[in-house]
Nanobody
Framework: VQLQAFGGGLVQAGGSLSLSCVVS???????????VGWFRQAPGKERGFVAS????????NYFDSVKGRFTISRTFGSATVSLQMNSLKPEDTAVYYC???????????????WGQGTQVTVSS
């Protein structure tokens, strides 16, 4: 499974950005048990969970600090997982990564497939 992340950039506080993660390498039907997640890593900090979505059940989970501001989504039949980020804050500044987990997706260590990161910078 390969993942490619797109959509980072520079935005002022209060603004919005949308990230996209294109999943490839396997037929969509083979991903039914997968979970795709977004993670981020700010300078000098550990990588942390942002949001995830079940490939088939579309079950969503969010890190507390992004609830109500970020929305993860995937259109049925699409290989793209999106992360809509609204009301951005300077503390959202980080490199954002998308990743896929095949089973027992309890923490970031269980995500075996990672895309390259995309920089999100929120200015105050």
């Amino acid at each position: 499974v390969q993942l490619q992340a797109f959509g980072g950039g520079l935005v002022q506080a209060g603004g919005s950005l949308s990230l996209s993660c294109v999943v490839s390498g396997r037929p969509l039907s083979a991903l039914s048990r997968y979970v795709v997640g977004w993670f981020r890593q700010a300078p000098g900090k550990e990588r942390g969970f942002v949001a995830s979505i079940g490939w088939t059940d579309f079950r969503k989970n969010y890190f507390d600090s992004v609830k109500g501001r970020f929305t993860i989504s995937r259109t049925f039949g699409s290989a793209t997982v999106s992360l809509q980020m609204n009301s951005l804050k300077p503390e959202d500044t980080a490199v954002y990564y998308c990743a896929a987990c095949a089973s027992r997706c309890n923490d970031d260590a269980s995500y075996g497939y990672w895309g390259q990161g995309t920089q999100v910078t929120v200015s105050s």
